[in-house]
């Protein structure tokens, strides 16, 4: 029997109107890599925070190293070695690599006075022993996530961490930084520190992990070497029911011009030369790596960037598009990338989060907002969106990212928009809705919407779109087409790109 | 009906039932003089004033601003007014004329606000000046002109017709209560009504968001600065019509007590929520205190510390209201 490093039985915890642990038990052994799979909202990071000492548990007992507690203090978290690398990092951004390293320990230790060499010395010992290089002198605000990252790391291990809990450490990071954070991850095993990982990609669990936890609405639904797992598994246990893999199937309508031509079209520094055409019906995804421009192709249709030279037509006649105004007018909605900060006014009821966007126009003589037809307008898109919700005025901050995404969707869709782009449309939502969601886009396509996703998400594009292109440097480099196209190939071409 | 009481949140209902409680009380300290027509018809000449700015900041606020230069418009507003009360009107006018020449004095005035927000606006949203210190340098700005223009003197003597604003009364309402009403009354539709309005709360809640639904920001953000001065303009009015007397620097206090008595009304100071009701609810709270202080010769000291723990107790009492309201959320699960 492997020596058990931490032992949490039979958790419990809730908080304002949600049980966010029913009954959770998890262990992990000495130089162990395990997984902690869940959808939003599934108590991972409830059950982090339980682990390091945040929260309290209302029942349960944890087990470190012996020890037994019925909830614990940070401090005592942080004595037993253990050690959370938030998201957020928790770095001070604008101190150096050194000091954010050295200063902590070196003042937990009570000393009054600094020798600049000590923390010097504390600092790059901590990250040779992670074998990376940064230069001590820079300041942390500037440095790359994968980089302060690994500072975070580092900081961690010299805490004297045993067990080093990552909370979705490879949200931002790309391909190769992922493989290198991984190699990093099976050095600390060697050290013999544990790792608790927390993520929803589903493939780098299955590449790195030797165990996997799986949540479920706050409760362990699965565990076992991860061996015994694959995605379909995952998946299945994560939402609780089988999720199809069907490929969208775009049949042509009739010789309807373009529903969206873009032709030439260029901006100084971000995209050059773009040429496509998008008719009703189809579906297609824009893929690339991290600067790209595809973003700022999108913001350029949508007018919120200029453009330098090119023409948009829609359905054949050519538009000029220089404002928000000017784009939603010929047509064109945006789902903007980051949800919470461009796309909704949180507090705010979803009646008035749908109807922003076609206020004027349900305005009458007076000037007044004829109420009557916008509750209407409201209900009628929570119904066919199947927004769950108990009504239109409850603020739309109650909802779950799913939800949350259909209101954003619901408010374009009200504007009769012929031509949908949306920006990472299922970033943060769960699989379950996720699928709902490729639902709607592909029924809403099939009426004769155009449709743009723009994504990272490889196995999101190959599935949903009939047409992909590849971007790189502000040029379209690759045109594929869905249904003869492996997410294999589309991975394997954006790593020859770098 | 059943939709009016639903809108109307417990902060408010509680802030109401206060309202009354301090009235009460007041009543009840000094029933001969507080509970007389002539303190009752004193008060409706007062608060109008302190309302309409306070109202004015509500709804800079709304959009997640402030305007503190309202004071500083409704004096300068008040000087341009007061000069063409003073200087342009030949002797002898009456009658029709002089109305006339009150009706433009009036439209300057309150053109006055209407411009001063205009600017106020574009420093915000076409320069990108934080409106703190945007409006905090045009408060500078106003005041210095009334001042320069003035010396530093008070203008006085206008019309009598003039005066009938600030001192007479249409039925049983004060001419400025009056006022008030028509002006609340006005911004609450249009707040509530009109697509102007609801992108108010729009802005506030998230300006990013509001972009990228198509809002127009900066217009919205003008109009909102612009209705502001209006206000400013239209408390110009009532102050010189009562004090028969325009001075660069009369009611610098107002600024910092329309502030708190927006946020008292249940104004969110960081934007999207606050409702036209709840600062006049706020606004007589603070009218019976000061009044009902004063009839039991409290001296003027007293009386500014009494109005900051009031406003503080209010706010306290909403946060713990609001603290045990998530906590029942939680039992109610379970």
Known sequence: MEEELVVVENIEKSFPGVRALSDVSISLKKAEIRCLAGENGSGKSTLIKVISGIYKPEKGLITIEGEQYKSLHPIEAIRHGIQVIYQDLSLFPNLTVAENLALNSYLGNNKKFLKWKDVKEIASSALSKINVEIDLNRIVGSLTVADKQLVAISRALLNNAKIVIMDEPTTALTQKEVDSLFKIILNLKEMGISTLFVSHKLREVIEISEEITILRNGRKVAEGSIDQFDEPKIVYHMTGREVGAERYNYVPQGDKPPALSVQNYSSNAHFEDVNFDIHSGEIVGITGLLGSGRTELALSLFGIHQHDSGNVLVDGKEVSINSINDAVNSGIAYVPEDRLSEGLFLQQSIARNTYVSILDRLQNKLGFVDFLKADSTVENWIDNLSIATPSKDIPVSSLSGGNQQRVVLARWLATAAKILILNGPTVGVDIGSKEEIHNKLRDLARDGLAVVIISDDIPEIVQNCNRIFVMHKGKIVERLVGSRTHENEIVAILKKLK | ?334
């Open chain 2, 1 to 334: 009906m059943k939709n009016w009481f639903k809108n109307i949140d417990s902060n408010l209902i509680r802030l109401l039932f206060i309202t009354v409680i301090v009235f009460a009380i007041m009543a009840a300290l000094v029933p001969s003089k507080f509970l007389t027509m002539r303190n009752i018809e004193s008060m409706s000449f007062q608060f109008p004033e302190l309302g309409l700015l306070s109202i004015a900041i509500m709804i800079t606020m709304l959009t997640g601003g402030i305007d503190l230069s309202v004071v500083g418009i409704a004096n300068l507003s008040g000087i341009f007014m007061a000069l063409i009360f003073t200087k342009a009107i030949p002797q002898g006018t009456s009658g029709f004329p002089m109305f006339l020449y009150i009706i433009v004095g009036i439209i300057i005035g309150v053109s006055t606000g209407a411009f001063a927000g205009y600017l106020n606006g574009l420093l915000i949203a076409k320069v990108g000046i934080t409106p703190i210190l945007a409006t905090l340098g045009t408060m500078q700005l106003f005041t210095g002109i009334a001042v320069v223009i003035t010396k530093g003197f008070a203008i006085s003597g206008f019309p009598e017709a003039f005066l009938i604003i600030g001192n007479s009364k249409i039925l049983f309402v004060s001419f400025p209560l009056f006022i008030f009403i028509l002006t609340t009354a006005g911004i609450s539709i249009l707040l509530s009504k009109t697509s102007l309005g609801i992108n108010l709360y729009l802005i506030g809640t998230n300006e990013k968001a509001a972009v990228f639904s198509g809002i127009r920001k900066a217009r919205v953000l003008i109009k909102s600065y612009m209705l502001s001065g209006i206000l400013g303009g239209i408390t110009g009015v009532i102050m010189i019509a009562r004090t028969n007397s325009a001075k660069a620097d009369y009611g610098s206090s107002y600024v910092l007590q329309a502030i708190l008595v927006s946020v008292l009304g249940g104004v969110n100071p960081a934007g999207g929520f606050g409702k036209v009701i709840g600062v006049v609810i706020a606004v007589l709270a603070l009218q019976f205190l000061s009044s009902g202080f004063s009839m039991l010769r409290f001296s003027n000291f007293a009386k500014e510390f009494i109005w900051g723990a009031f406003l503080l107790f209010i706010m306290v009492l909403n946060f713990i209201q609001n603290r045990r309201a998530a906590k029942n959320i939680v039992k109610k699960e379970d």
